[in-house]
């Protein structure tokens, strides 16, 4: 099956900077790729996804970038604030099936 | 509210016992999914639902669990005999089908099982 990686898994960034989420995965035939924000206690968010056909996408703050050939696809938050602190996972989806990296801890300090 | 609803929030049960969490997805989503987080991890896939049919489940799925989905509409997941293995948060998700141009999946707040 699929196995998505994803790093780091916590990430500390001061109010105001960048901050850059990697995944990678292995199965060739997964298409298409969300990206959730989790707060504590709180389900999944999605905040962004990309398409297997798309190699970035970009949302105000968020940005999604795909490198097929590489099978790797990163999130990228600018000009971050407190309220973008919590757990943020990746996914990719083969079939029916949604697989999910491990998270990354993100912490805006102000 | 328009998203997906699961019930209860929490669930504290003693070991042995059984329990049942319901989903309520998005109305015009014919796709339900389970999934299963613990602490620290990413959601790990239990089983799929396109329309009333379950069309997957997991090897994580043992033979204590059981999804239903009879008018395709809401969800259960029992499980039985609950061990403390048990213990995480119980996600449910929906989405349109692959047909659909849209096929995102959308997260219910969870139901946090713990077993003790």
């Known amino acids: 099956g699929e196995n998505v990686e994803q790093h780091p898994s916590t990430l500390s960034v001061q109010e105001g900077d960048s901050a850059v989420i990697k995944c990678t995965y292995s199965d060739s035939a997964s298409n298409y790729f969300p990206w959730y924000k989790q707060e504590l206690g709180k389900g999944p968010q999605l905040i962004i996804d990309?398409?297997?056909?798309?190699g970035e996408k970009k949302d105000q703050r968020i940005a999604v970038t795909l490198n097929k050939t590489a099978k790797h696809f990163s999130l990228h938050i600018t000009e971050t604030q407190p309220e973008d602190s919590a757990v943020y996972f990746c996914a990719a989806r083969t079939g029916n099936q949604f697989y999910f990296g491990t998270g990354t801890s993100l912490t805006v300090i102000p | 509210d328009t998203g997906v609803s699961q019930d209860p929030r929490h669930k504290i049960t003693k070991r042995g016992q059984n329990v049942t969490f319901r989903c309520d997805p998005i109305s015009e989503h014919n796709r339900l999914y389970w999934y299963r987080q613990t602490l620290g991890q990413g959601p790990e896939f239990l089983t799929y639902f396109q329309n009333e049919a379950q069309l997957e489940k997991s090897r994580l799925l043992s033979d204590r669990f059981s999804a239903e989905r009879p008018k395709g509409s809401f969800s259960t997941l029992e499980i039985q005999r609950t061990e403390q293995g048990d213990s995480a948060m119980y996600l449910c998700a929906s989405s349109r089908d692959s047909r659909a141009l849209n096929t995102e999946a959308f997260f219910g707040q969870g139901t946090r099982l713990t077993v003790v």
């Open positions: 990309i398409r297997s056909n798309v």
